[in-house]
């Protein structure tokens, strides 16, 4: 039922930037947070960066300082905006949307088919 849609995905230099953008049908009131994920091959898939109902974000070690998540309420969609690329960087991205349940004790993810991010060099 939820639908995950993620685009910007591209070949970019190092040092370069991109924004990558995830848009959902979910309701924004249904979602406990919504975040990226990066796995590249051979590589376990690991968070990048999260961001919940109340606008607190969270970051990855390796990211923080370039990377910077938001959300638009009214688009339903959240960002990745992606400075000082690395060739490290290089991976596919994936979205991730956490859904209310009834119950409340736990959400029910949703994830987008991934948008590849190369960083040449």
């Known amino acids: 039922q939820v639908q995950v849609v993620e685009s910007g995905g591209d070949l970019v230099q190092p040092g370069g930037s991109l924004r990558l953008s995830c848009a959902t049908s979910?309701?924004?009131?249904?979602?406990?947070?919504m975040g990226w994920y990066r796995q590249a091959p051979g590589k376990e898939r690991e968070l990048v960066a999260y961001i919940y109902a109340s606008g607190r974000t969270k970051y990855a070690d390796s990211v923080k300082g370039r990377f910077t998540i938001s959300r638009d309420d009214a688009k339903k969609t959240v960002y990745l905006q992606m400075s000082s690329l690395k060739p490290e960087d290089t991976a596919v991205y994936y979205c991730?949307?956490?859904?209310?349940?009834?119950?409340?004790?736990?959400?029910?993810?949703?994830w987008g088919q991934g948008t590849q991010v190369t960083v040449s060099s």
């Open positions: 991730n949307v956490d859904v209310k349940t009834y119950s409340g004790r736990y959400s029910d993810r949703h």
């Open positions: 979910a309701s924004m009131l249904s979602i406990d947070a």
